[in-house]
């Protein structure tokens, strides 16, 4: 194996493996405090009554543990201190961004919505043929807890971001820029641990990773955080308490928005393949996500989605 090819073997696999860890350490913080630790603490409390009053606390600390690791771990790269190259988080780059860029973001996120529906719609048909249970979906009730709206909304977009676009593709982004983006998208997406959420994930991550590459990961995560907003109950909870005129008033600047977005993604159709024939990986490098830490976590997740239909894993 070559210098550059046993290079980029090494960093997709640490990367995966950083992936991994934070995953695995949050998955495992949230099993041991629902199965041990909380009913041994409140022995008189029922699994329902504990995961009520405890659950979004539990998922919460769960999540902000595996981050704080993962910032010791990445600690330089995160502080732009890192003695490995270019590699460390860009929270600003060098395109400025322009609000018909953002609108086209925006619009983006419509469509992966629409794509991932569609497939669940599918893959929901097919489970139901095969006399598998369908995937579990949301209530309509919104968020459980402020703590949660919290976690939606500012949280977890902010660790996500800086775990998956802001240390991980930035880690290979010596690779090739296209490479990175694809590379952490895919990730990204496994993550989710849902085929559906898995397929939004990536779609979503393309679009957040060349934000975040070229504007800036403070843009990205403003995209994050839109996204978790808009795509969550909490519009379908809180609009019908608005007077009728104010909710046409917003929808009607809801879908001017989006053709606007949609009409200005499709007139940079050129612009966007010059971007990705320019900055393309060189023959060879995606041969790195068969390194052992890739395979290892997205063939995890995905036994974990497949889960969902599988009767007495529901």
Known sequence: MSGSAGGVWHAVNGMAGLASLYVGLETLIAFLGARIFLPRLFPGMSKVELDARYGDMLTVGAVLISFLVVLIVRWPVIVGRDLQGDDHVRWSAGRRMTPLVFVICLAFLVLAQVAAT??????????????????PSSDGTGPSSLLMLFYAVVMGPLVEEVVFRGVIMNRLRRYGRVFAIVTSAVLFGFMHESLAQGLFGMLTGLMMGYVAMEHGLVWSLALHMVNNLVFSDLPSTYLPLLPAPLRLVLLLAAFLVFLTGLAGLVGHGRVILTYCRTYRAVKGVYASWLSPWFLVFCLGCLVLAVGEYLPGLH
């Open 118 to 135: 569609f497939f669940q719609d599918g893959v929901d048909s097919l489970a139901g043929r095969l006399g598998l249970h369908a995937s």
